[in-house]
């Protein structure tokens, strides 16, 4: 499975940005799908997760409300749409694949994925 995220890049507090992440190699469809996120100086950490179906989200405290995660089974796509970003969501924004599905226990563990794509840079200034 390949993951491939883009759609990062310098934007001002307030703004809006929209993370796409391509998958290809296996059916789509049959994996969870998360957002991790690593802040200069900082350890990685969850942002957002979805399951296979988009039935359910998750998400960290500190982006509930602003960020969205979604999905298309039809075009291999996840998307991170962020809203009223801050500086603190600067950060390396990295999309992950788990085999299966998450639960509301497991999602923001990263050993649960199993694939991870490589990051896109999104910066906030203030």
């Known amino acids: 499975v390949q993951l491939q995220a883009f759609g990062g890049g310098l934007v001002q507090a307030g703004d809006s940005l929209r993370l796409s992440c391509a998958v290809s190699?296996?059916?789509?469809?049959?994996?969870?799908m998360g957002w991790f996120r690593q802040g200069p100086g900082k350890e990685r950490e969850v942002v957002a997760a979805i399951t296979w179906s988009g039935g359910s989200q998750y998400y960290r405290d500190s982006v509930k409300g602003r960020f969205t995660i979604s999905r298309d089974n039809t075009k291999n796509a996840v998307y991170l749409q962020m809203s009223s970003l801050k500086p603190e969501d600067t950060a390396v924004y990295y999309c992950?694949?788990?085999?299966?599905?998450?639960?509301?226990?497991?999602?923001?563990?990263?050993?649960?994925?199993?694939?991870w794509g490589q990051g896109t840079q999104v910066t906030v200034s203030s």
């Open positions: 190699g296996r059916t789509f469809s049959n994996y969870a």
């Open positions: 992950a694949a788990r085999t299966g599905t998450v639960y509301s226990g497991s999602w923001f563990r990263e050993r649960e994925y199993d694939y």
